[in-house]
């Protein structure tokens, strides 16, 4: 083929989406992966697109801000939503997806594209020519200190935890019952979450053990700087904030009733099933760093979890990011290089979804430049045009992380008070402005589509 070959580098979320945007469009693309030659922190396995902690995208209705990120990618054909939903385990409102199924699906889409190259080796250096970085929160060291070098500038970085799975069958029901909040579920069973209830004793012993356990120890050039994202926070630093904060946070028990009693229970530890078996089941929010047999201790002071089978533990790791505010373009472009796009968590679109939506949008505008087009800006109207905007516009002294919110998009004018109706307002307003966007031809360049596969195909 004639057309320019693109090295994307990182075959995680963003890196696979922006590799199938790109070559769907007819570009050449060689995808290097640095798994399982050398492992991170986080990942278990050699399989692209893994998830190495929840195994939620979040809320499905488009009048939630995930909701409607997904929507968006869904009309612009995301594979990895696309393997996302072939994936699609109960979970209420939320789309879980099966860890092990979901990236075995993604896998084989790449793998079988005739215009993806699969490279299974560590990139050290910025690569010449078109390329797109996205090696994510967990870059290795040798290319995040030459991106250090390209940006002049250091790198800035917060802490993430993994919360700890556990078998079903080790889950003792009752005290533990299935339910999701305000029964939204999935219709597939009793109750797309396990709920593990405590009364008021019972939680603030917790917390007490909590506080208490033993935690691993950061290493020292790590600690010196010790930053963590809200959004990701471990449980051990939530109950240090204050003895309520996790009965406020994943603890919360709103919406769920104890059927022993028929009242909602002081504090609520949900589990949500990991896998397509649905033998694994994940605590919701329980990030943590505690040290492994303190988490035993621990987590099994919650009832129905005294005999819990632990099939992994919490840890935390450092990810990084870039100070995108002041390196990138609104189109994903370094600012001194035309041809260089960074996608993914690593410029700060938080989450699996935020990540996709960086990829896919880099795909499209490598593409476009390489069409001799200029790259397209999403209208801050839809969601990632609004993340983008964010990411990039942001005060880069205060620059953290951000998941898709609302709160990122302008505001409605008029302003609607009600939050349900401004939510469905806002998801209004953003389905008709990317319509609009992708009316006069943003999406596509000049290029036929030149391979199609659906998931059945891929799941064979």
Known sequence: MSEPQVVVVGAGLAGCEAAWQLAQRGFRVRLFEMRPHRQTEAHQTDGFAELVCSNSMGAQAIDRALGLLKSELRRLDS????????????AGGALAVGRESFSATVTSA????????????????????????ATGPLTSSALANRIGELAGQNYLYFYDALAPIVSLDSIRMPPAWRQSRYDRDSGESEGDYINCPMDKAEYEAFVQAVNEADRIELRQFEAEDE??????????????RDVQALAFGPMR???LRDPRTGRRPHAVVQLRQDNLAGTLFNLVGFQTNMKWPEQ???????????DADFV???QMHRNTFINSPTLLRPTLQWRQRDDLFFAGQIIGSEGY???????LMAGINMARLLSGLTPAVLPEETMMGAIFHYVTHAEPKEFQPMKANFGLLPPLEPHVRNKRERYQAYADRAVMALGQWLAVGNALPAMKLTYEVDAETVLE
């Open 253 to 255: 028990p709103v919406g």
């Open 79 to 90: 594979l990895i939503i696309r393997c996302a939903d072939a994936n699609a385990l109960p």
């Open 312 to 314: 992994r533990l919490g």
């Open 353 to 359: 979804v935020g990540s996709t939506a960086g990829g």
């Open 296 to 306: 035993r201790r621990v987590l099994r002071m919650i009832p129905g979890l005294e």
């Open 227 to 240: 930053r963590f994202f809200e959004g990701c926070l471990p449980i051990e630093v939530l109950a240090g």
């Open 110 to 133: 790449i793998l079988a594209h005739p215009n993806i190259e699969v490279v299974r080796q560590e990139v050290s250096e910025v690569p010449e020519g078109p390329a797109i970085i």
